[in-house]
T-cell receptor, first 110, second 112 residues
Framework: RKEVEQDPGPFNVPEGATVAFNCTYSNSASQSFFWYRQDCRKEPKLLMSVYSSGNEDGRFTAQLNRASQYISLLIRDSKLSDSATYLCVVDGGSNYKLTFGKGTLLTVNP | DAMVIQNPRYQVTQFGKPVTLSCSQTLNHNVMYWYQQKSSQAPKLLFHYYDKDFNNEADTPDNFQSRRPNTSFCFLDIRSPGLGDAAMYLC???????????FGDGTRLSIL
């Protein structure tokens, strides 16, 4: 099992659609979870941290299921500006690094 | 204001000619990272520093070296770049290793 595995995508959705991304991780000792977005030829930027109880930031909702070692990101009422690659990121447990998933490309169409 | 600054944004070098990429931070973070990212791939961690402690990833080629002379600066040296080293190089910082990382704009390296 890969350390961090995401939906391969790409996702093409119309404006206003709801889209969900899924991610699984292999290290049961992982404690920190994040979603980053990366625009084409730009650096990754933190979108949101993922907390055990789930958390919401405007149109974005993140969920964590520790038992299944699964993270999700839900985007409601998608905008053209949401078009980007979404990276699932997980810490390595006891070591000082984060592992990035390969990313899922989202294109929101007018 | 940019908090993690990479220079240059674009670097062109010749096959085999050494090149140095730089990164500076104003966040006073303990940890600094260098990643290599190729098209449609996840960022690949090359190494990181926790303060002055250097940590090399097992699969990072010997061709890649790093220096962190002080808290604010970190350098990536590529001793003899090959065509396969053409990529985006990303510097990131975090306060602690399991906390969010803040990235610079990256340096896009081309090899002639």
């Amino acid at each position: 099992r890969k350390e961090v595995e995401q939906d391969p995508g790409p996702f093409n959705v119309p404006e206003g659609a709801t889209v969900a991304f899924n991610c699984t991780y292999s290290n049961s000792a992982s404690q920190s979870f994040f979603w980053y977005r990366q625009d084409c030829r730009k650096e990754p930027k933190l979108l949101m941290s993922v907390y055990s109880s789930g958390n919401e930031d405007g149109r974005f909702t993140a969920q964590l299921n520790r038992a299944s070692q699964y993270i999700s990101l839900l985007i409601r009422d998608s905008k053209l500006s949401d078009s980007a690659t979404y990276l699932c990121v997980v810490d390595g447990g006891s070591n000082y690094k984060l592992t990035f998933g390969k990313g899922t490309l989202l294109t929101v169409n007018p | 204001d940019a908090m993690v600054i990479q220079n240059p944004r674009y670097q062109v070098t010749q096959f085999g000619k050494p090149v140095t990429l730089s990164c500076s931070q104003t966040l006073n973070h303990n940890v600094m990272y260098w990643y290599q990212q190729k098209s449609s791939q996840a960022p690949k961690l090359l190494f990181h520093y926790y303060d002055k402690d250097f940590n090399n990833e097992a699969d990072t080629p010997d061709n890649f070296q790093s220096r962190r002379p002080n808290t604010s600066f970190c350098f990536l040296d590529i001793r003899s770049p090959g065509l396969g080293d053409a990529a985006m190089y990303l510097c990131a910082t975090s306060r602690q290793g399991n906390q969010p990382q803040h990235f610079g704009d990256g340096t896009r390296l081309s090899i002639l």
